[in-house]
């Protein structure tokens, strides 16, 4: 589904990325994992278009993306929650989902009863600003926004970070139901390591812009967590 080959990417004269790849199978989850600073969200903007890599390549069903700006990447259908939510708060929860509307490719203007069916706060606030929801509502309005452009492949930075363990698992068993009934394949960069042994399939560690462990998420050693994760 998602394939990225080499990515090389530099602030200036600090390299970032060092020769990263890492592949996202149709109908799976996939996790990067690593300290804070090892180049986990800089990944994730160069594969969303955000940042331009020096060298290597992103595509999508075999089609290459490095020519698409990132507006074009979401029309190509990559969906994207970044670190934060970045929701719009002056917005009304309504007015956040009609803004992903802008990614799809079929002309619905209405927003998918299903973002309802799977995040009911967002009917039930739909009036509200997205700036007075809690940080667990504005995480479940982000993921919404993001499905309401009909991604093939969702992307999620940090998903479960300051969030309340219940909503931690509501958003697990989203994305699950994604994957299994949508064959949505999704990308997450993810530091609870219980959610990622809960609900990835795969896995990857980054140390110092580099890919250094990766496999299924059951290879997930107790030396790679002390090694790599651990603070």
């Known amino acids: 589904m998602l394939e990225v080959k080499n990515i090389h990417f530099s602030y200036g004269e600090v390299s970032i990325l060092r020769d ?4 996202v199978p149709p109908g799976k989850i996939v996790s990067v994992m690593g300290r804070n600073g090892v180049g986990k ?15 290597g390549n992103v595509s999508l ?3 290459n993306l490095d020519h698409l700006n990132g507006f074009k990447r979401a029309k190509a259908g990559l969906g994207y929650v970044p670190q934060g939510r970045q929701i719009f708060p002056k917005l ?10 802008s990614g799809r490719n079929d002309n619905i203007t209405e927003i998918p009863s299903e973002i309802y069916r799977l995040f009911p706060i967002c009917k039930e606030m739909g009036s509200r600003k997205g700036g007075d929801l809690s940080g667990g509502q504005q995480q479940q309005l982000a993921i919404g926004r993001a499905l ?14 300051g969030i309340q363990p219940n909503i931690i698992q509501q958003i697990g068993k989203v994305l699950r139901h994604l994957v299994e009934k949508k064959n ?5 960069v993810e530091q609870y390591l219980d959610f990622v042994k809960e609900y990835s ?17 059951e290879t997930l050693s ?10």
Do not use: Q
């Open 92 to 101: 009304t929860v309504e007015e956040n989902l009609r803004i992903g509307l």
């Open 201 to 217: 399939h795969l896995f990857y560690v980054m140390n110092r812009g580099t890919i250094v462990a990766e496999g299924p998420t």
């Open 184 to 188: 949505i394949s999704i990308l997450l």
């Open 20 to 23: 990263v790849s890492i592949s």
């Open 41 to 55: 969200t800089t990944l994730l903007r160069n594969i969303i278009g955000l940042e331009k890599p020096s060298s």
């Open 148 to 161: 309401a452009g009909d991604p093939k492949i969702l992307i999620l930075d940090e998903p479960t970070e």
């Open 222 to 231: 107790e030396a790679i967590v002390k090694d790599y994760l651990s603070v």
């Open 61 to 63: 069903e075999g089609a």
